[in-house]
């Protein structure tokens, strides 16, 4: 896991570095484009496709933007009459001048990014933009405001989380997060992880975030998941693999 920050330096900048842009396959397909896909609609934000009364996913109809995102998850308390934009689209970013500063996936769901602290952010971006799911799986990254997921703080991104390198786009920096899994320390980009099918989810008991690498998200290791993402067994459970 993480090593502890080195206290003298905790002062000093961190300079983001500017990732090589990662195009997933949702972005400039045909399929999917307007109307017509919302019941296999995954939302861009837990990843879950479920939609309740009161929460349905609302699918943005910005020109070749594929967000599809739970009310409760992008914090639209109702759902507009007419046509929906994710932010990105309302302020006429896309395509694709509202990247993640923490990881490299072009596309999807965005929030502002309210506070940088000790982050320079790469290039002079006349905005900062963090993916919602990265807020909600990088354990350092703050939401101000859950009721409308907005305000998104990097103030307390450590200097060695954004060295952990992704084993997915092989790039490091940005925000990756650690395979939850006993001592697996393997680290990936939460987007990077979603694109390649690993398993990332919410811990049954109390809805802390866990992803799980590309060896831990194999159907082997489905059931030791399970038990943990049910809370029956601690997260530091050094199992030897089935
Ligand atoms: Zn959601
Ligand atoms: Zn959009
Ligand atoms: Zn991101
Ligand atoms: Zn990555
Ligand atoms: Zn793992």
Known sequence: MLVAEDVAASDAAIQLPQLKAVHPAWQGGDSGEGEG??????????????????NVILLCEGKGCSVAVHQMCYGV????KGRWLCEACKAKLNPWGANCCVCPMVGSAVKKVASLGRLVPAGKPKAVHCHLACALWVPEIELANHEQMAGVR???????R??????????????????????CCRSFHVLCGHVAGQTLTFRST?????????????????KLVE????GKRPLEFQGTPP
């Open 77 to 80: 308390s109702t759902v507009p």
């Open 37 to 54: 896909s919302e019941e296999d609609a995954v939302c861009s934000v837990c990843f879950d496709g479920d939609a309740v009364a009161g």
């Open 154 to 160: 990097l103030d307390k991104l450590t200097a060695a």
């Open 227 to 230: 038990e943990l993402v049910d």
């Open 162 to 183: 954004t060295r952990l390198r992704c084993e997915l786009c092989k790039q490091a920096g940005g925000g990756s997060v650690q395979c939850a899994m006993g001592t």
């Open 206 to 222: 109390d809805g802390e975030p866990l992803a799980f690498c590309e060896l831990h998200s194999r159907p082997a290791f489905e």
